[in-house]
């Protein structure tokens, strides 16, 4: 029982940081551009496919690969996300939706093709090596390390939203976009930078969780499917309840796995997502602006 | 005929209707007046079913119809028209008409066809027969107000709340739209709770004033007495006004 | 008891104290009925191509999926993104019944629509519950989370397999002659949905729909039982779609979650709805047709095919008029609103 307790705490830990660190991106963009972007699956399979075409096709090395994979995750999400599809179909929701989910479907079934499961992709980001146990729970340095930055990362965002001044004017965006444009914020560049920043989050995240955690091509859409289920349950696009969501749904699928049958995880947390919505419309924190 | 029984309602700490009481008898036109935020439009929501009063009872016919879904309350015959007019937009006028009188009451025998039909009537009463096919969208103000009242008319109803029915509209219009709402009055045998801040109207067309300030009811009776009331004058009127 | 009138243009049908009214015109009906018969003859053509004939029955059925679909989306004024949820359902109700206990397409069909329904009827109050956003996103994850279902009980679905070897609709002995056979019921069943979504729009109904999706605050204050509305608007387009999964199942003979819960079968019928043109639901034939056959095409090419797809499909909706796609290049000459059309003679 001990030991399940223990699995369940640290597990909830991990998890729960790792979640945060994929819905962060999702959120921001729910909160700001207020659209759900069901493309978002392709900054996870960009992360991975997009440092291996430099690697492999390229020929750069770990690092040069991860900053112009960094480069290509910006400008896809800034020319073709941003600029195709959200700028131009912003009032006819359907077609935004349906555009989104169809670069996603092309970006997945292309890497597939490129790079079928079969071609051995990995990513050598394993920063410290081995395991160790914590209390009677064994776990890998490399996973405590991603949940560390997984808190670095949010604790970054949130600093800077509450201290820097373009964190202010996208908090006043996310409340009143009309009023922000007439007290003179420049919407569009605050739009970029809030795609750009989007960004980054996931993209850290796949590069730190790749050692441990399944590679392949299809592996945005159950990665969507949980930052989606976050952002519902902490409230869409607000950072607070996406915390404290990440945390709750890491919760919910470690206490399923070590206290009855792990099959069930994904089914149980969206359950308690259904039950909550039913109770709270609007999730945790239905405030719908972004802190 | 609608009795209003110390009915409150609070956003919050703030009471938008604090404990107002009066009652609307049959066949009168009872006007209802005071300053922006006094708490008219919220009184109206609390008859209609939007929203449910904290305390207090909504007595229409003798029968209690306290926080009743809107529906049921349309179905009881109670009608209401917007301070924005709020049509259909992307239907035609005889389209947003017929939904009023397809759902205003139970209808036997009616189809389509014959909704359109009656729809027609209340448009060629209000004198919109020839925009019947226009669509909503299109139509300017004071002929989206006769809509309205067109629309409130065909759910059969024998309340009527007007919410600011002259707002916008230059004499000519207003003094037209105020012949309708008598002739509706006659015609239909229906009783009237009007909301207003055109002073001139109201205090024609009523025969009785209910003025409200911050939720609370300061002052009641015939509008000559209404506008020489202190009370009335300083919260509302902002100083003398000359005597009618 | 129940009257039937014939009048000059309309037939009464009189219930008690209710009426229902048909009104026949003429000229309405010349260009359906000529689309009707071109759709009928349109087998012959190919009745030694068995996977042509396959392609445009699975186009009717994409197209049956679609219409209640498109009755569900005008009549409860929410974008459902899991509609093939009730698609698994009603298919994974009728294989299992159908393959353990042995029951006839007949019973399966009504074991089928009571499924569905109370499975509907049970999730219907998301209907009112959830606003727009929240409604389609707890739609877009249910078939997810039913597929999950599926693979947790993997001995009872068979999983990635699926069930196969249920009985038949119909067998007429030849194979080809199946086909076609397969290819005119899908049609009837097609048409048959069609018509009863027309004559639902169409008619008072359609109208409080019409405007419920309007302003549902002003509809419930003329009176319109909102709630009851969207109930039926969520419940009835599901037992329907759940139908569609029947007749797959007794046709097709195989069925498999994976083909039709996935996000990528939800794309097909989001497209179809996008690309066919959004208000109308005669536009949804065009558009079926249409995914049916670019997907027989790009199948040509060879597992490049996956991505040319999405690719083509996302020109598709870009290229297209929005809010009218396929049937706006038609509509444009053929002015006709989806609300029903009134006509006031003055005698």
Redo the contacts between chains.
Sequence with gaps: MMVQLQSILVYTFIWGSIYLLISLGFSLICGVLRI?HLGYGVTFVLTVYGTWLFMSNVGLGLIPSIIGMFLLQIIFALVIFYMGVFQR?LE????L???T???F??VT??A??LYPVTAGVYLPTTIIDGTFKLGAVRISYQMLLAALVGIAVAVLFVLMFLKTRAGLIIRAMSQNIHASMLMGANINRMYYLAMALSVIPPTICILMIAPFWGIDPYMG?PLL?TA??VA?LGG?GNLKGTIIASYLIGFIHATVSFLYVS??M??AA?IV??LV??FR??GIMAGETIW | MLEIKDVSKYFGGLAAVDHVSFSVNQGEIVGLIGPNGAGKTTLLNLICGIYKPDTGRVIFEGEDITARPPNKVCRAGISRTYQIPRPFEAMTALGGVTVGVINGKRRPNMTLSDAALEASYYLEFVGLFSKRDTLASDLNLYELRMLELARALATTPRFLLLDESMAGLNPAEASRALDMVWSAQEQFGITILWIEHVMKIITQAAQRIVVLDYGQKIAEGEPTAIMNDQRVIEAYLGGKHARH | MVTFELKRDRVLLRWGDRKYEWIIEPRYWRNPALGVIFMLILPLFFYNRPSILTMITTANLLAAVVIPLSLQMIGTGR?N?GPQLYLGIGGYTSALLNLHLGCNPLVTLLANILVCGSIALLLS??TW???G??F???T??LP??FL??T??YGDLFRGEVGLVGMSALINLGKVKLNYLAYFYLSLFLMLLYMLVADKIVRSRFGVSMAAINEDEDVAQMMGVNVNRYKVFNYVFPSILIGIVGWFIVHTFRTFAGVTYLP??FM?KI??I??VGG?AFIYSVVPGAYFVAILEEILRGFG??H??LF??A??VA??VLP??EGLFGLYHRRHHRDYFPKFRVRRE
């Design positions: 759900f179909f006819q929701e359907e077609v939706l349906t555009l989910m169809l670069v479907l092309t079934h292309l597939n093709y859409s499917a989606m289920m519902i869409l099959r069930f994904g089914f969206l997502t259904l919505m039913i419309r609007g | 974008v993104f109050p998301i519950i959830a606003r956003l929240y389609s996103l707890i877009l994850i997810l989370a999950d279902l693979y947790i996000l990528e794309i989001l497209i709805v996008l959004r597992p490049i996956y991505v999405p690719v499909l996302i909706i870009v929005s809010g």
